[in-house]
């Protein structure tokens, strides 16, 4: 094995398969269009010794490309109580592990950190309360980075709460990580639009795991800088990496050894070696490529917090899809998009800007007042309903996230449009109808649009909002809720809203 403090050599025998790292037109897509680490790998900068554990389906602790670079014992088995995590399920966690850490010049390809450490967590093969906070805070004391490839079950369109339990593993973990520091949370965005003809249906923001305000929340594009067709939108993303995009090209990686995972053998579509898989997909390595560059960027300066890691990394972010017509640049001049977050990961710019990044101020927030509309939203009405919230005094000049509070009801939500205005002008859209303006139950063996009126909701929903990052807090803030009338006739009522801003 090559001395670890330099990568630089590559006889990876799959390397040239790897678009996501490396993207020369390969598979016919965009040129450039990659994680920009080779740079990074000739410094000497490989993520080494970073721990990362893959809380997703399971990890292949044993496969040829990943072994070396395993913590031994440090793995747990939500099923069995035991330090393998096995290879059952889809295999994405042995595909997120590749992405992350494969092991350069050996079997096959290699990962974006390929001398990071890899520990895995097999939770979505027993998903309980309690297993979902564990795994959330399992290893903290050394794990810096908890990359995720679980999710709730797919409700698509329909609002998905986290339970207090995780949230308070996830504050925990960002309070006591790190010697302080915070561990990094990496969430997909969300793999909804599962179902082709329901496309456009789901929000990131409908989660309340991805939308929390310590979760990362990561989109995906695919060869061409393309917003995956599976790849949730939202207010609340960071930015995004690659996956399987238009052209059905997937990411390139480590698979389950043998006939698990993606690759069975038996497919004229993916390599004959069963041990890797053309077809890795799904935002969890979107994710996994992100988790990767975290490494480096950590190896650089292992002094970020999380905040200062989420605030390089929305300031590195490179503009991609530059056609795409929601792109738009916030008060604090950050290029923004519902679609991509701040844009696509960048390695070797995030590490650039993090070896000598001065620490973010200690973290201010403000709790405003609460605004009591009571306001019918009427169907149909293009208007809607507007209401105000002066910020004044909040001592926060730099917001990092906000979080929006809304209490309303209304029988067809997904009906409804609710955007934020800033101060600042930066409009936010929160919730927003679908293709069709529908709910639709995708937890079912052949998916099923909900009956008309089977969409409600009353109650308050926490959103969460990053588009406004860098702007100042003080000022008037707006919501707008209207009905587009799709479906049915129902009025909806706008009951009161109020925002906590973190920032310093």
């Not at 690659?242 to 497919?267: E, F, L, Q, V």
């Not at 890691?309 to 604090?332: E, F, H, P, Q, Y």
């Not at 008309?452 to 009353?458: L, S, V």
Request: glycine fraction near 14%; include cysteine.
């Amino acid at each position: 094995m090559l001395n670890q403090a330099n990568c630089s050599t590559n006889s990876d025998s799959l390397f040239s398969d790897q678009w996501h790292l490396e993207n020369t037109g390969q598979t016919s897509g965009t040129s450039g269009e990659d994680a920009n680490v080779s740079n990074l790998w000739n410094t000497g900068n490989c993520g080494t010794g970073v721990s990362i554990a893959i809380v997703s389906d399971g990890l292949d602790i044993d496969h040829e490309d990943l072994a070396n670079n395993v913590e031994r014992g440090k793995s747990h088995n939500y099923s069995n109580g035991g330090t393998d995590p096995g290879t059952a399920g889809t295999g994405l966690g042995t595909a997120m592990a590749g992405i992350i850490a494969a092991e350069p010049n050996n079997k096959g390809g290699r990962g974006v950190s390929p001398y990071a450490k890899l520990r895995g967590f097999n939770v979505s093969q027993n998903r309980s309360t309690t297993n979902d906070a564990d795994a959330m805070i399992r290893g903290l004391s050394e794990v810096s980075v908890y990359a995720n490839g679980w999710s709730e079950p797919e409700f698509s369109g329909k609002f998905q709460d986290s339970t207090s339990e995780w949230r308070s593993a996830i504050d925990s973990g960002l309070s006591l990580g790190r010697n302080g520091l915070g561990a990094l949370y990496f969430f997909g965005s969300g793999d909804g639009d599962t179902v082709s003809s329901f496309s456009g249906i789901d929000n990131s923001n409908l989660n309340g795991y991805t939308n929390y305000h310590g979760v990362m929340a990561i989109c995906g594009v695919g060869h061409d800088g393309v917003r995956a067709s599976f790849s949730e939108q939202g207010a609340n993303l960071l930015v995004c990496g690659h996956s399987k995009g238009n052209g059905d090209i997937g990411i390139r990686t480590t698979d389950t050894t043998g006939a698990g995972g993606y690759n069975n053998g038996s497919s004229g579509s993916d390599y004959s070696d069963s041990n890797y898989t053309k077809l890795a997909t799904g935002t969890g390595t979107a994710v996994a490529e992100v988790a990767g560059v975290t490494a480096m960027m950590l190896y650089a300066n292992p002094n970020l917090s999380w905040r200062d890691v989420r605030m390089i990394l929305a300031r590195t972010a490179r503009k991609n899809n530059s056609g795409d017509s929601d792109w738009t640049t916030n008060g604090a001049g950050l290029n923004i998009n519902h679609k991509y977050g701040f844009g696509v990961v960048d390695a070797n710019a995030a590490v650039n800007l993090a070896r000598n990044w001065i620490s973010l101020a200690t973290q201010k927030t403000f709790q405003t007042s609460t605004s009591t509309v009571s306001a019918t939203v009427t169907d149909g009405n293009a208007t809607g309903v507007t209401n105000s919230i002066v910020v004044s005094g909040s001592g926060i000049s730099t917001i990092e996230s906000v979080d929006v509070n809304v209490t309303f009801s209304h029988n067809y939500y997904r009906d409804l449009d609710i955007t934020l205005t800033s101060p600042s002008g930066t409009q936010s859209i929160l919730l927003s109808r679908g293709s069709d303006g529908i709910c639709v139950n995708i937890a079912v063996a052949s998916p099923t649009i909900e009956a008309n009126g089977n969409c409600p909701f009353t109650g308050t929903w926490r959103f969460g909002v990053l588009r406004t990052m860098g702007e100042s807090a003080d000022g008037t803030w707006s919501l707008r809720l209207r009905d587009q009338g799709v479906r049915g006739t129902a009025n909806g009522t706008f009951t009161s809203w109020s925002m906590k801003l973190y920032g310093y």
